[in-house]
């Protein structure tokens, strides 16, 4: 979608850098258009659907060179006329005779689990960043008549190359987003393969860029699913609350096929008694509202799920969705209409006792099971959308989530492509969860330094986030200081704070900043009549170093630092959450102090063993105690 100045959130939006800004976007957007190459509109609920399911067994090819791509005069393989069988490994050829030169076999190949990440699973590939070639063969039965089929994958980190049957489908950048293609009337009844093409190289342009804080797991980290549809189907829908009003239901449907105009489509949601039928116009959408003055409402304490039918044809989509209403009024967070406390933790979407990325409803039932049994109420999911079992489970254990995209320190504010790419990561991360009653709040960044042209970046970005989706909150990791003239006075003095829902922000007084007796002394100086939530605090320990509290790495001065902040942090009068950094300790190339971190970010209050720290239960009691406070609101 383009924006044109009319829709930028700004006080001056009819200035001359604004309307300079607005249309290098307009521009950036067609240009964006060529990097995604042909990437078909999302299909949303694909585990609803009619699948067939690619996960498994693959073959694999290292190729650090991507000699499987470029020729030796660096020119792109898939691109030429008559591509060389020898060398150009999407393919997927084999020798006809023994004198024919083929310098690749992908069944002789080593193989690799899908879906995971390449780096837990290989000891040689544990520090690989660059191509690996995914290769898998299938079967697919004649399908039904009048059906549509689409390859869909759930992510893949950080671009991919996808090619079915020797044929480019298309290109996805972005590591942490669904993507499909369609391939109708492309598949055979035996003998199919498709290869992927998955490059995880950082780059200072891309998004994250160059320079993170957590490990870069490369490959096809997510299901892999050929999804068989009929030939005009529902693509996409949003069923939830109309904003602050727990009395009406407001629907949007879209129809992709050839007949998708004026097309009827029935929603139902038989538990609760009610049904209501729209019609398409000539783009294939549809909208109502539906009252329903008694529904069950959403909340952390009865997560209640209603199954949802939705019919066009007399195919029939089915969904489970809760309905709950999220505001803010003042400084407060209401909860269908109520204030709530956000007793939260940030979590990495990996699994540390296993190894790798979380990617399973095992995993997600795990980290949430942790943060449930610490006391929270609410997740925030750093810094990427994590897979789609995390949200849905948190839908089922009522965990409130906290969903953002990888704008992660220093982007390229000013590079079109950047922009572009962050856009469609926040695009595919709203379509996919729009419907989950858990997310509550769109992050658009993580610790950005203020500039013009990262405030002009963000705000774009808000604008987009509230026209896919009016009704959730937004916010983002804001920037803060300390106050000039003074010893220990932090303020938040970031423009972008107009134009969220909720003050966040990131500290690390007794970590990063002195020590844990300096938050004693600490001052927080924000003048919003908005919710404040301090979206990370914390220090690092590992599991099972004691000694005095006064030693950094034990356990005993990361309880102190958390004793210490929680006392600070009432001195807020709009606090009204936290998520501490973080849930358990996980992979970071950039922690390399032998003997306590050994390439492990250690700020976790659970280890990578699952073992928990002391801190652990000092948040465990403020917990308790914010949950008996709130419980009489």
Known sequence: MIYDETHLLTKTAGTMKQLLF??????????????????????????????????????????????????????????????????????GYKAQDPSERVEYDFDKSDHILVPRDWNSQKEKLFYYEGTIWYYRKFDYPAP??????????????????????????????????????????????????????????????????????????????????????????????????????????????????????????????????????????????????????????????????????????????????????????????????????????CIHEENGVRGGRAYSREDAQMLLGWAKELGC????????????????????????????????????????????????????????DKNRASVIIWSMANETPVSADRTDFLKSMINTTRQLDPVRLVSAALERHNKPGTQNTQVIEDPLQDFVDIIAFNQYIGWYDGLPEKCKTAEFEIKFNKPVMVSEFGGDALQGNHGSKDARWTEEFQEDLYRETLKMLGKIPQLRGITPWILADFRSPRRVLPDIQDGWNRKGLISETGDKKKAFYVLQEYYKMKQAEYSTK
């Open 22 to 91: 607005t249309g290098l976007m307009i521009a950036l957007m067609v240009s964006y258009t060529d990097l995604l190459f042909a990437q078909d509109p999302l299909i949303t609920n694909i585990g609803n659907r009619t699948t067939l399911t690619l996960n498994g067994v693959w073959k694999y090819v290292v190729d650090p060179y991507q000699t499987g791509y470029y020729d030796y005069r660096r020119e792109v393989r898939d691109q030429q006329p008559d591509p060389s069988k020898s060398e150009s490994l999407f393919l």
């Open 144 to 345: 039904s008549a009048r059906s549509r089929q689409f390859i869909c994958f759930g992510a893949a980190n950080y671009e991919a190359e996808v090619y079915l049957n020797g044929k480019k489908l298309g290109k996805h950048v972005g590591g942490f987003t669904p993507f499909n293609f369609e391939v109708t009337g492309k598949l055979n009844p035996t003998g199919n393969f498709v290869i992927v093409k998955v490059d995880n190289t950082r780059g200072i342009e891309k998004v994250p860029t160059i320079n993170t804080d957590w490990w870069n797991y490369g490959g096809l980290t997510r299901d892999v699913n050929i999804v068989e549809v009929a030939g005009t189907f529902i693509q996409d829908y949003y069923i939830q609350l109309a904003d602050n009003d727990a009395k009406n239901i407001d629907v949007s449907i879209i129809l992709n096929g050839d007949e998708k105009a004026n097309q009827q489509v029935t929603i139902e949601i038989p538990e609760a008694n009610l049904k209501a039928t729209c019609t398409t116009d000539s783009e294939g959408k549809a909208k109502t509202s539906i009252p329903a003055k008694n529904l069950k409402l959403w909340s952390p304490e009865n997560p209640y799920l209603y199954q949802v039918k939705l019919t066009h044809n007399n195919e029939v989509l089915a969904d489970k969705i809760g309905f709950r209403t999220i505001q803010t009024k003042g400084s407060d967070i209401l909860l269908n209409g109520k204030p709530v406390f956000l007793r939260g933790i």
């Open 377 to 432: 109420n609410f997740v925030r999911l750093a810094h990427y959308p994590h897979n789609e079992n995390m949200t849905r489970v948190a839908d089922e254990m009522g965990m409130l989530v906290w969903s953002e995209v990888p704008v992660y320190w220093t982007i390229q504010w000013k590079n079109p492509d950047t922009y572009a790419n962050a856009h469609n990561q926040l695009t595919e991360m709203i379509t996919r």
